[in-house]
Structures are given as structure tokens and as C-alpha cells.
């Protein structure tokens, strides 16, 4: 268990409809990652957040946004949703990344996102 | 960030030890190498990192190359629950945070 937690486990939706995935990090932990893993993409960066502000973006579509809230938990909004948006999505979190450092990622167990 | 290079799969047998080589002939002196595996779409697992001396902890052990252009994992008594996808990483000192997930190696444990 990497103290990582995600909600829902599953989902399954139609097209065109709107979802939010949440995520809380680790105790302690300010930096919070959402990536996707399709099959044909394989696990890819989406957003990074750090104590509540937007630090990097990766290839998150303009349908899909972010947040990270003051008790530090995040949520992923997923809109207009596609077939293609079908996908496991993780999300992962670190003490601190706000000096650049590397920092270890420890990842929770995913949403998997049925869109039909 | 470097790119890596892994084996697409391997094998080994249960109670034996696993090496799975990486190769990163394009490391820059501040990027690390990580390693982290998935077993069947479960949430990504770290296992380790280094960036020039060898490191071990109760998972694994990562030898890395005096020229730190190669590395390898090693499994000490692979174990069947040890069957999963194997990703080495290799992450910039100052890079904010992000990974970069390449196909990894698709250890499979056999009894």
C-alpha cells in the first residue's frame, strides 16, 4: 500500500459525458501527478500540481483539467469524453518537488475509465 | 531526459536471481536512474534509485555502471509475485518531477 488513494476504482460512462476522478496523496506529501496509461500509449504524463498551484503540464488535453485543494487532495475533470479516453488513470504523489529535486513518486492504484 | 533502453522480456525462474539490464548511453551527470514496476495494471511500485554507487534496499539492488551509461536490477530470489512490468527511468536532478515511462521489461517468474 503506497498511502496513495483514488476514487472510484471504476467508472463507466457514455461519450460526450463529464467525470471527476479524485485523488489523495500520501500524509505529508505537497506534489501531486495525474498520468494516463492506455494500450496504445502506454503510461504518460498528464499535470503535475504542488501545494495547490499548477507546476507542469505534460499531454493533457484542453477537455481535461486539474486541481489540487488546500487540504492537498486533487481532482481530475474529464469532459466531452471519448471512446479513446477509455484508460487507467494514476495518481501519484511526492514530498516536495517545488525546489526541482528529484523526488520519488509513489503511485495510488488508478481509475479505470470505461467510455462507451 | 535520457532515454533508456530495456529488453522487451524476460524470464527466470522462480527462487533465482532476476537481472534486467538497462541501458542509458545518453545519461547526463545529474540525471538519476530509477526503477519502478507494475504488476497487471495495478498502480505503479518504486523500487529503487541511484545515480553513480550501487544501492540496495529489502526490494532489490541496482548496479550502475562506472560510466553510468548502463544499469542493472537484480532481483535477488525472484519470487512468482515478482511478475510484472519492469521500468527504468532516467530523471533529470532538476526536472519537475514528471517520468518518463518507456515500454519497460516484461519479467515473467516461472515455478
Known amino acids: 500500500d503506497s498511502g496513495v488513494t483514488q476514487t472510484p476504482k471504476h467508472l463507466i460512462t457514455a461519450t460526450g459525458q463529464r467525470v471527476t476522478l479524485r485523488c489523495s496523496p500520501r500524509?505529508?506529501?505537497?506534489?501531486v501527478y495525474w498520468y494516463q496509461q492506455s494500450l496504445d500509449q502506454g503510461l504518460q504524463f498528464l499535470i503535475q500540481?504542488?501545494?495547490?498551484?499548477?507546476?507542469a503540464k505534460g499531454n493533457i488535453l484542453e477537455r481535461f483539467s486539474a486541481q489540487q485543494f488546500p487540504d492537498l487532495h486533487s481532482e481530475l475533470n474529464l469532459s466531452s469524453l471519448e471512446l479513446g479516453d477509455s484508460a487507467l488513470y494514476f495518481c501519484a504523489s511526492s514530498v516536495d518537488a517545488s525546489s526541482g529535486a528529484q523526488e520519488t513518486q509513489y503511485f495510488g492504484p488508478g481509475t479505470r475509465l470505461l467510455v462507451l | 531526459d535520457a532515454k533508456t533502453t530495456q529488453p522487451p522480456s524476460m524470464d527466470c525462474a522462480e527462487g533465482r536471481a532476476a537481472n534486467l539490464p538497462c541501458n542509458h548511453s545518453?545519461?547526463?551527470?545529474?540525471?538519476?536512474v530509477y526503477w519502478y514496476r507494475q504488476i497487471h495494471s495495478q498502480g505503479p511500485q518504486y523500487i529503487i534509485h541511484g545515480l553513480k554507487n550501487n544501492e540496495t534496499n529489502e526490494m532489490a539492488s541496482l548496479i550502475i555502471t562506472e560510466d553510468r551509461k548502463s544499469s542493472t536490477l537484480i532481483l535477488p530470489h525472484a519470487t512468482l509475485r515478482d511478475t510484472a512490468v519492469y521500468y527504468c527511468i532516467v530523471m533529470r536532478g532538476s526536472t519537475l518531477g514528471r517520468l518518463y515511462f518507456g515500454r519497460g521489461t516484461q519479467l515473467t517468474v516461472w515455478p
Open positions: 545518453t545519461i547526463s551527470g545529474n540525471e538519476y
Open positions: 500540481y504542488y501545494n495547490g498551484e499548477e507546476r
Open positions: 500524509s505529508g506529501d505537497l506534489s
